[in-house]
T-cell receptor, first 115, second 114 residues
């Protein structure tokens, strides 16, 4: 059962444009939603994260929008740069019996920013 | 501050063999978790250890096991390797267990089973 659905699978954006990646979740017990960026040959690196009591969080050019009623959240990358070309994963955690720190990941979006 | 360190970075094993991967978490971090990354299945949670105890386990067969030492270092073991076990194995650490604790990943161990 895929509990976090991510789209699109791939995305091409022009330099300076806005990149938008969407995720939807099913488990209402999730209470933490991070986004990770992964470059080839590297491990995922935390980009930005949000809790469901906030509808939006912005850090530099990266913004998470969160819609609790729709169980959806999205990543917006403003002024996209070629250096942003990477694979982006949304994730969710929470609601694990007995506690614990387990991330459920989306399937990833390959972003390419063209000059 | 050093990040999450995984060894070895690359290894090739034969079907039926076993493999042990090592992970040193960020200094002070007490939770260590392991993930498998493949093109087909994406990033999947294997297990989490906290204070030398397994807190959670993902949906993997018993051939996958792990442990954590008193210094928070962790190892994972895969026995009776299958071709499908070829993957990037990622170790991650966080200060504490529990949702919301920032999870930092290492660069992974690339396992190829032939």
């Amino acid at each position: 059962q895929q509990q976090v659905k991510q789209s699109p699978q791939s995305l091409i954006v022009q330099k300076g444009g806005i990149s938008i990646i969407n995720c939807a979740y099913e488990n209402t017990a999730f209470d933490y939603f991070p986004w990770y960026q992964q470059f080839p040959g590297k491990g995922p690196a935390l980009l930005i994260a949000i809790r469901p009591d906030v509808s939006e969080k912005k850090e530099g050019r990266f913004t998470i929008s969160f819609n609790k009623s729709a169980k959806q959240f999205s990543l917006h990358i403003m002024d996209s740069q070629p250096g942003d070309s990477a694979t982006y994963f949304c994730a969710a955690s929470g609601g694990v019996t007995g506690g614990g720190n387990k991330l459920t990941f989306g399937t990833g979006t390959q972003l390419k920013v063209e000059l | 501050k050093a990040g999450v360190t995984q060894t070895p970075r690359y290894l090739i094993k034969t079907r039926g063999q076993q493999v042990t991967l090592s992970c040193s978490p960020i200094s002070g971090h007490r939770s260590v978790s392991w993930y498998q990354q493949t093109p087909g299945q994406g990033l999947q949670f294997l297990f989490e250890y906290f204070s030398e105890t397994q807190r959670n386990k993902g949906n993997f067969p018993g051939r996958f096991s792990g442990r954590q030492f008193s210094n928070s270092r962790s190892e994972m073991n895969v026995s009776t390797l299958e071709l499908g076990d070829s993957a990037l194995y990622l170790c991650a650490s966080s200060l504490n267990s529990g949702s919301g604790n920032t999870i930092y990943f290492g660069e992974g161990s690339w396992l190829t089973v032939v």
